[in-house]
């Protein structure tokens, strides 16, 4: 690990204006992602600034509040396992806490954060070997995974230039929930819905999210959802735990009368990004609650699917896992 | 099996021993219960009363920020070890065992060719160093020791010619006697006997392999440049431990490498094998993948504080009683882990325990053991 400076930040501008000052550093809250790459020296930050203190001056950061429209928000350094054990969360967006869940392990849900969550870098073992090349990691070098070993990678949202997977499971199920993320900085806060936080790599997959220089994510709003009380996460992966995802979907079903009235659909494991799929859920509204409609928004939602040597099989897996998490929202009480 | 000798380590009682001196005057560790005494396990022809020994330890004196001493002598009086302050004289009882073979070594597990323990006032060793006669022994882990040991406060770092005129006379061993106050002279008297552990140790090399200052040496590791290393303060297993890190280190690293506290392992170091698992703060967290700057303050608990003395905490008894393990290598991680699930949310199904337990990993495959422990604790909660 290369070495760097540290200093610990007593509040969100002051956190805002060190990072600010200098494009070498990270904020670092629960570490799990970025000291794993540092130790790969394939993040070398110069600073770190250690947001953890953050909580002592500004509790917002790691509560979990109503807001007056009736939803939720959740501040960025409220800990994987407190936000998935939160009985709010557990009984207004069940999909949320299932996917908390479903992802890393006990100790590692018992660190990671919210904000962090969402900077999750990808899995791809190009990227994380600083001997290949990478276009992610170093611009300009090449893809690796593209003509090599890629069976994890991507099929939706890929470019010419980057295949990796985005690798997380909460960003899936804030995707599907219409989540915002509210991010500070000296100039201000401002509000991205979290369908426009994370990009594809298009040219540019060094670049995977919208975040300016300096910026702090500070949470994440959940909006008012009330039939997200149907909601579930499915995750198929190569072990029955302690794995990332091959295909995941976020699903909220809101079925009257045995049609749907109203879907949420985001995919895990396929896309460069977290994938919410809108053609589907325009698709599903107005059908009938059954398995013939859920494979048809399916279709759609992979509709465009590029495979690569090793992953073609990620496209029916993606259907299937998404028609199952459909199915059993239909099938509950 | 477990193996049926075990290392006496930092925060383990010293097993109580008798040794003679050359003069056949006999000395039991109990006796001097009530003071901090070094243990010092050496080769023999070691020669404590070299002249080198002054600079090592003046050299490391000079290391440790807000102390301010100069050694002038060290002397050796049967089991005494006299230090002349120029004008103040402190005595320390230094226990020295130069037998390779001999069954003292055996009862502290020490299979080194050299060894020192400091062993304090309760009779609780505080810290260990053991190595090959010719390792260097690390002088920032030594800084950090002693640090760790005698945080300097005005009264530690208080030798000067007054302070020594009001304390003259006062020799750890009268001090208690007189039952005067303990506050100065126990703090102080920790300090010079830590210090002179450390320097016990450096003494063993040659002297031109310290005397470097300790700045130029962590310069010398830093590829890009050095970081100045930062005081950082935990509470281990109950205990203050204050170390001097650079932010880099690990918290898994100043666990194993700084304080001696080896029980918590290194596996994978990339936070997929859980063999780190540690306690902050009452949760359970991988100690590989968060650095050791950011719990300064933190409650950290490792595998060697959970028993309560000779008596095991429930998990580590269970592992045992339904064959948890088998090479040993993730027991520590296993049971921290398993540890703090006592207190989270796990269903109460085998399946739900490995479920939560699907972070660590047991290469040699003794699940089923594992699984059958945790259900036995639980079941008798």
Known sequence: ?333 | MLATVSRVDVGMPAPDFVLSDAEGQSRSLSDLRGQPVVLAFLPPGWDPVQAEQLSHFNALVAQVPGVDAELLGISMDGHWCRLDFGGDELRVPVLADRDPSGDVRARYGITEPQAILLVDADGIVRWRHAGAMNATPRAEALVAALTALAPPSPEVADLSPEAIERNRGVAPCMQEAAGAPFTIMTTRREFVTSALAAALALAVVPLAATAEPLADRLAARSPGGAVAPVPVSLRVNGERLSLLLEPRVTLLDALREYAGLTGTKKGCDHGQCGACTVHVNGRRQLSCLTLAVMHEGHDITTIEGLAQGETLAPMQAAFIEHDGFQCGYCTAGQIMSATALLHEPCGPADDDVRECMSGNICRCGAYPGIVAAIQDVRRRA
């Open chain 1, 1 to 333: 690990m290369r070495p760097f400076e540290y200093s610990s930040a007593t509040s969100t501008t002051a956190a805002s204006r060190a990072a600010g000052a200098d494009a070498s550093a990270r904020f670092i809250a629960g570490g799990t992602t970025l000291l794993d790459l540092m130790k790969l020296n394939v993040e070398t930050p110069g600073r770190l600034i250690d947001i953890n203190a953050l909580a002592v001056n500004e509790p917002a950061m790691t509560a979990i509040t109503e807001t007056a429209g009736g939803g939720l928000r959740i501040g960025a350094l409220v800990r994987n396992s407190d936000l998935a054990w939160s009985p709010v969360i557990q009984a207004r967006f069940p999909v949320l806490s299932e996917a908390l869940l479903a992802g890393a392990s006990g100790q590692i849900r018992n660190m990671a954060t919210v904000g962090g969550n969402l900077m999750q870098r990808t899995r791809c073992y190009y990227f994380r070997d600083t001997a290949m090349p990478c276009n992610k990691r170093e611009p300009g070098t090449g893809c690796a995974a593209i003509e090599g070993h890629n069976r994890i990678h991507a099929v939706l949202g890929t470019s010419s230039r980057c295949i990796a997977t985005s690798p997380g499971d909460m960003p899936v199920a804030m995707a599907a929930l219409d989540a915002v993320v509210r991010v500070r900085s000296v100039r201000g806060e401002r509000t991205i819905p979290l369908v426009n936080f994370h990009v594809t790599p298009g040219a540019h997959p060094e670049r995977e999210t919208v975040l300016q220089a300096g910026e702090l994510i500070v949470g994440v709003d959940l909006p008012a959802m009330p039939w997200a009380r149907r909601s579930h996460y499915r995750k198929v992966r190569d072990r029955a735990s302690y794995a990332f995802a091959l295909a995941s979907a976020a699903v909220a079903l809101d079925v009257a009368a045995g049609r749907v009235r109203n879907v949420r659909i985001a995919l895990g494991g396929v896309g460069t990004k977290p994938w919410r799929s809108p053609a589907a859920e325009r698709a599903l509204v107005g059908q009938p609650a059954t398995a013939a409609a859920f494979r048809a928004a399916a279709e759609l939602a992979l509709q465009g699917a590029v495979p690569h040597r090793d992953n073609a099989f990620k496209i029916e897996l993606a259907k299937r896992t998404l028609v199952r998490a459909l199915t059993t929202v239909a099938g509950m009480a």
